[in-house]
């Protein structure tokens, strides 16, 4: 309100006449929070960069606390992180209107064979191409057999394609509960070609604890205690700073682990690994096309296209590093098996974002010209309506009327 207010004037006048400093600068900070609220992730992530190289002994510290399990050991912070994240995503995980998209079997299919099966296809590329480190070929592998985003994907589909914003919804929480299963097989079949050595069962073992379990915890919970549920809604935004500021626990931790590994690698090797995620994000674009050329009985709008689209170019980080923190130590370094993804998931938001603003530029254009339309065949048929002629004394009193109202000379 105070930013629209100071765009108008209090008083309606313009350029912020009317409004007091104190309302001027409330509305700035008001401004700033909602850019800091939109870009909190970006934000956290340079902060992880930067602290995690520059100064590695904390993170370093508190990633060296490790337990064993299955055999070989594991985080033991990263592991807590990992688990409140996907608690998290099982306390915001909605049943109720996503069964309303099952209307739509053919967008659905198209999903769930273009992220679990299509995409994590082209991890058998990055597998055996020698990038210059061994972590990054086997990172970039990793991110291909990941299922979809869990928030920010469904978050611009509900921006650029709002009416498939239910359906988002459905396939984000499908793949990333089927996606625990398929993903250790579809790996270890990725990486068979390679020197690592992936136990797929052990790591499907690991991943139920870390991801399934906690995202049925949460959900059960909510159902169990309506109070939760409420409670989760109302406070959707903290609980989504809390969860990123988690996730970037993790990313820091890995990082300040390989500090000193990462820093020796030369600029044209890490702005080749950029370079090559902004490559990948682009190759699963032009694979999920297909969904554009369906006609349309069989996708209901539009907008289910541009999601199916959007979903199945994007892979989760979260998933990302829960598997990193599961892998055997003899894989390599977790910090430079983790650049690949961060970079990944850091170019789909960025590219990604600019597409959707796009989108939603040109359904406003649509609605402007559909309106200017509709308004133009109203007033056609006005036109073409007969209008009784008024007695003179009629006409005269609507003119006095007019004249009394305008303030422009007649």
């Known amino acids: 309100k105070l930013q629209f207010l100071y765009f108008i004037g209090k008083g309606g006048g313009r350029g912020g006449q009317g409004m007091t400093d104190a309302q001027r600068e409330t509305s700035w900070v008001d401004t700033l929070k909602g850019h800091f609220i939109d870009q909190h992730l970006i934000v956290f992530l340079a902060i992880a960069f930067i602290w995690g190289l520059a100064w590695p002994k904390p993170g370093e510290k508190l990633g060296g606390y490790s337990f064993t399990f299955g055999g070989s050991e594991m985080g033991l912070v ?53 990038m210059g480190v061994d972590e990054f070929s086997i990172g970039f592998a990793l991110f291909c057999c990941v299922p979809t985003t869990l928030t920010s994907g469904a978050a611009l589909v509900a921006q650029g394609a709002p009416h498939a914003a239910v359906f988002a919804l ?85 990082l300040s682990k390989s500090q000193s590994t990462i820093t020796s690698q030369s600029a044209g090797t890490i702005f080749g690994a950029i370079g090559a995620a902004i490559c990948l994000h682009v190759m699963f674009w032009v694979i999920s096309c297909f969904i554009f050329f369906i006609p349309a009985p069989f996708v209901p709008h539009k907008d289910y296209a541009r999601a199916v689209w959007l979903l199945n170019s994007q892979k989760t ?94």
């Open 78 to 130: 990263s592991s807590i992180n990992v688990i409140i994240i996907f608690f998290i995503s099982g306390l915001r995980l909605k049943t109720d209107d996503v069964l309303k998209a099952l209307k739509a079997p053919v967008p659905i299919l198209a999903s769930l064979l273009g992220i679990l099966v299509v995409t994590p296809a082209v991890g058998f590329l990055p597998a055996n191409i020698n």
């Open 170 to 254: 459905l396939i984000t929480m499908t793949t990333n509960l089927l996606g625990t299963v398929t993903v250790p097989f579809v790996l270890k079949l990725v990486l068979k070609d390679t020197k690592v050595s992936l136990n797929a069962v052990k790591l499907l073992l690991k991943l139920v604890i870390l991801i399934l379990v906690p995202s049925a915890a949460g959900k059960l919970l909510t159902v169990v205690i309506k109070k939760v549920a409420v409670l989760t809604k109302e406070y959707k935004l903290p609980l989504t700073i809390f969860s990123n500021a988690n996730l970037v626990m993790v990313v820091w931790m890995s």
């Open 317 to 410: 980080l979260p998933v990302s590093l829960a598997i990193i923190n599961g892998f055997d130590p003899s894989v390599g370094q977790s910090g430079l098996l983790a650049l690949p993804c961060i970079f990944g998931h850091l170019s789909q938001l960025v590219i990604d974002s600019f597409v959707v603003n796009y989108w939603v530029s040109q359904d406003k254009k649509a609605a402007r010209l559909a309106e200017g339309d509709q308004e133009g065949e109203e007033m056609a048929e006005q036109e073409d309506e007969p209008s009784p002629s008024p007695a003179s004394g009629e006409l005269t009193v609507e003119l006095v009327e007019h004249d009394k109202q305008t303030t422009e000379p007649v």
